[in-house]
């Protein structure tokens, strides 16, 4: 069901539906932080692997990012690298090169996809490059083809609680950085958002797609599928007229 998007490799791409602070020993991040630390040990970076960390926020990035780089940085050794913008404004993409590992964090769904449009072929051909990726909620969300970008309605059905909508009204799907060809949705048990895919697909505004739940990262990478954390990645699909919805447990 997930895929690279068309002429693209696959490589490692962590999807995480939200939760901060971790809850237990860091399982979401630890797969990620591995990944990367291997690269920055096969590049002889003494200092742990360079980590550029994207947040798209108005008035609080600095500190937030000094919170995450702190809290990382008691899971192993990093060298963290700020990639703050406003919400309207765009990444600096120069920013991210020469990375081990690129995080995309969490906030507005739209405010992400706005501030990294113009980066998302130099996101595409890192990625593909080997660095490992690792989406936060937004930076989830935003990954797909064709992603979803928030909203609670579809036509005059409402589909989700309005605290979901991303500050958007309609179910939206918009251009998204390309990494995958399937849609996804995040913070799925916790705030609803399984009803919204499914009602997506019903709709045919998505052809399927993935609702990650909090505290739990969806691995898509050469070998498959992978799911750590401690929930679950709901699955839906249409199937002979109908929804069809199953999970994906850790493992």
Known sequence: MVGPSAGQRLMSIHLAGGGWPFDDDGAVFRP???????????AGRLDGPRLAIVLVRDGDGPEKFVELSTVFGT?????PIAVLAPEGAPIDDTLLDDIDGLVVWGGL????????KGAFATIRAIVESGVPYFG??????????GALIG???????QVCPVE?????????????IGLIDTAIDVHAAQWGTVARLIAA???????????IDEHTALIVGDGGLRVVGSGSVWT????SGSVRVSTIGVG
């Open 32 to 42: 990620f932080l591995d990944e990367a630390t291997e690269r920055a040990t096969a």
């Open 201 to 211: 697909t019903e709709a045919a505004v998505v052809d399927g797609g993935l609702a």
């Open 75 to 79: 899971l192993g050794k990093i060298d």
């Open 109 to 116: 769904v739209p405010a992400y996809r706005e501030s990294l």
């Open 164 to 176: 979901a909508s991303q500050e958007l009204e309609q179910v939206t799907i918009a251009e998204g």
């Open 151 to 157: 909203g609670w309605k579809i036509g005059e059905v």
């Open 136 to 145: 936060m909620s937004a930076g989830a969300a935003v990954v797909s083809d």
């Open 236 to 239: 839906v699909a249409r199937d």
